[in-house]
């Protein structure tokens, strides 16, 4: 079946720092993946997402690359802020039942 | 356009009450789902609908029962609540037919506590 590992976190940087959360993958087929965030106290929200091999999510900074040779799904920004702040979940969809499976979540914490 | 809602924000039930958790979407949309959300365990699927009069088991449905009789509503019930059940729950909401589907739209939770 389908399933998502995602970096253990949590993960706390300062702000301006690089950010990389780390999202791989196993899926029959040709899944799309997400990247959601929740910020603390809401619901998800879509971050980005990629539906096809080589497409590129982008969203307020944050990027992943959909590397089918390595099922991977990385999620990166480049200079963070605190109001980064959230908790990170990396997900895939395929197949006819619309089942979304996600990863286990990272939080991350930017300091000032 | 509220999106996903939720009731109640927050519950306590005693072992062995029941309970339902409404779900509402303004979005008309086809696809329906129900998630929770554990420590540790990311979100797992309850139970899903893909339309009216139309639902399906999840990864995890034992302990809950939903209904689905009207495209903005999914409402979820629980029969005879277990401490295991306690949890923060997500409904869901996605446009059906292609890519676009799998987009899924979340509200704001309800959080659960059984005593």
């Known amino acids: 079946g389908n399933s998502v590992t995602q970096m253990e976190g949590p993960v706390t940087l300062s702000e301006e720092a690089f950010l990389t959360i780390n999202c791989t993958y196993t899926?029959?087929?040709?899944?799309?993946l997400f990247w959601y965030v929740q910020y603390p106290g809401e619901g998800l929200q879509l971050l980005l997402k990629a539906t096809k091999a080589d497409d590129k999510g982008s969203n307020k900074g944050f990027e992943a690359t959909y590397r089918k040779e390595t099922t991977s799904f990385h999620l990166e920004k480049g200079s963070v802020q605190v109001s980064d702040s959230a908790v990170y979940f990396c997900a895939l969809s395929g197949g006819s039942n619309y089942k979304l499976t996600f990863g286990k979540g990272t939080l991350l914490t930017v300091n000032p | 356009n509220a999106g996903v809602t939720q009731t109640p924000k927050f519950q306590v039930l005693k072992t062995g009450q029941s309970m339902t958790l409404q779900c509402a979407q303004d979005?008309?949309?086809?696809?329906m789902s129900w998630y929770r959300q554990d420590p540790g365990m990311g979100l797992r699927l309850i139970h899903y609908?893909?339309?009216?009069?139309?639902?399906d088991q999840g990864e995890v449905p034992n302990g809950y029962n939903v209904s689905r009789s009207t495209t903005e509503d999914f409402p979820l019930r629980l029969l005879s609540a277990a401490p295991s059940q306690t949890s923060v729950y997500f409904c869901?909401?996605?446009?059906?037919?292609?890519?676009?589907?799998?987009?899924?739209?979340f509200g704001p939770g309800t959080r659960l506590l059984v005593l």
């Open positions: 869901a909401s996605s446009y059906s037919g292609g890519r676009d589907q799998e987009t899924q739209y």
């Open positions: 899926a029959t087929g040709y899944p799309s």
């Open positions: 609908s893909v339309g009216a009069g139309i639902t």
């Open positions: 979005m008309n949309h086809e696809y």
